[in-house]
């Protein structure tokens, strides 16, 4: 089976993302690439420790383990949160304004995967289903989210 939690994470994963983006640069403030990059990831290693979380309390996402439909449900509610802040925190930061514009197409993106698997998180443990974060997980990746992007 795989591992569900690797491909929710792999996204992004918040929590603390705004303490971390408050540090980096003020509201109206525009950050350098490397600003921005390490902001955006600093923003996904917070909320990967959120996430790891609410798969450790939730139980049953084991290696070796297979979830019941009830904690796939209670898990991807409790994550999707998390996620979405991710998302949001990471489209308020301003840098650079190619970069800024092609992160903020990529968030865009992610939030449709996003409300794929809210809609129907049993679909993730389908035997042989793709990882829907696959493609957008290399895009991240190539623009400098390599945190966000660890899948």
Known sequence: ????????????AAGVATAAFAGVAGADSTLSKKQYLKAANGIC???????????????????NDEPSPEQVDEVVGRIVPIFRGVLDDIEALK????????ID??????????????????????????DPFAKLDQKAKQLGLK?????
């Open 1 to 12: 089976m795989r591992s569900v939690q690797r491909l929710l994470i792999t996204a992004v």
């Open 45 to 63: 290693k917070a909320s990967n420790k959120e996430i790891d979380a609410a798969f450790e309390e939730v139980g049953g996402f084991g290696k």
């Open 95 to 102: 840098g650079p304004a190619a970069l800024d514009k092609k």
């Open 105 to 130: 197409a990529l968030v865009d993106k992610y939030r449709g995967v996003v409300d794929d698997v809210e809609a129907d998180p049993q679909a993730l443990f389908q035997e042989h289903a793709p």
């Open 147 to 151: 945190v966000c992007a660890q899948g």
